[in-house]
Every structure is written in structure tokens, then in C-alpha cells.
């Protein structure tokens, strides 16, 4: 053979006197997969996720919505159970989401601007787009 190692091939392997031996754990994690971008796809993730715009309620549906909250809360004592529809704004960013409660009303707060579902839900009133239930 006339190769450019022929020199050291059939050399011992070198044990350094200084330096102790690397455990096959810190050995293997020298290749574990790096990350530059730590943070990057989350970013992504999160600016390709589609939020809605809250929606204007038309004159007819406000006089009905109104007229719902209303019955609420003059309904002092009784708790109805409703399913209210409200829009819940991300707390990330621009929009948000529709989402539906069913359940009994705990109580509403008419200076709070707030209705309290028996789960502990707490829904502003200006977020509410409709309520639906028994009593209407």
C-alpha cells in the first residue's frame, strides 16, 4: 500500500494523561441536533393562524340581544340556563373567536357590564352576539 496514512495507520490509539475520557453521553450529545432559529417556527405557527373579525349586529339583532339582557337582568334570583355566543379576542393578535357557553347564568352585573356563568366563564357584555334558552 502507498497511501498518505501508511505512516500512522498501525499506530495506538492515543489515551491523553491530561484530559479524562468523554462519557458516550457528552460524546453523543456533541452531534445532537442544533436549532439556530429557536423560536422560529412557533412564529410561524402563530402568524399563520387565522383569527375572525367580530361582526356588527344588525338593528334587528341588537333590539333582540338588548331585549334578552334585559330579561336577564330583571331575572334576579332565578338562574337560567342560556347558551350565549359572545366573540373572545386573541390576546396575541388582531381578531379573535366565536365561542358558545352553555350553562346557568350565575349572575349579571349591570354596572360590571359582565354575565357569570356557573363555570366561572365571565363574558363582557359588549362581546355578546346572542343568547339563546328556555326563558325567551
Do not use: W
Not at 10 to 37: E, I, N
Not at 38 to 53: S, Y
Not at 105 to 126: C, F, L, Q, S
Amino acid at each position: 500500500m502507498n497511501g498518505p496514512y501508511d505512516d500512522i495507520i498501525d499506530l495506538p490509539h492515543h489515551v491523553s494523561s491530561v484530559h479524562p475520557r468523554m462519557s458516550m453521553y457528552s460524546r453523543a450529545a456533541q452531534f445532537a441536533p442544533f436549532s439556530a432559529l429557536t423560536g422560529h417556527e412557533e412564529a410561524i405557527r402563530e402568524t399563520a393562524r387565522l383569527t375572525d373579525c367580530m361582526t356588527e349586529l344588525t338593528p334587528e339583532e341588537a333590539g333582540i340581544l338588548d331585549r334578552r339582557l334585559s330579561m336577564i337582568l330583571n331575572s334576579e334570583g332565578e338562574r337560567p340556563e342560556a347558551t350565549v355566543t359572545f366573540f373572545e379576542p386573541d390576546t396575541k393578535k388582531k381578531g379573535g373567536a366565536y365561542r358558545h357557553v352553555t350553562g346557568r347564568i350565575r349572575k349579571a352585573d349591570p354596572v360590571g357590564r359582565i354575565i357569570e356563568m356557573d363555570d366561572g366563564t365571565r363574558i363582557p357584555m359588549e362581546n355578546i352576539t346572542y343568547i339563546d334558552g328556555e326563558c325567551f
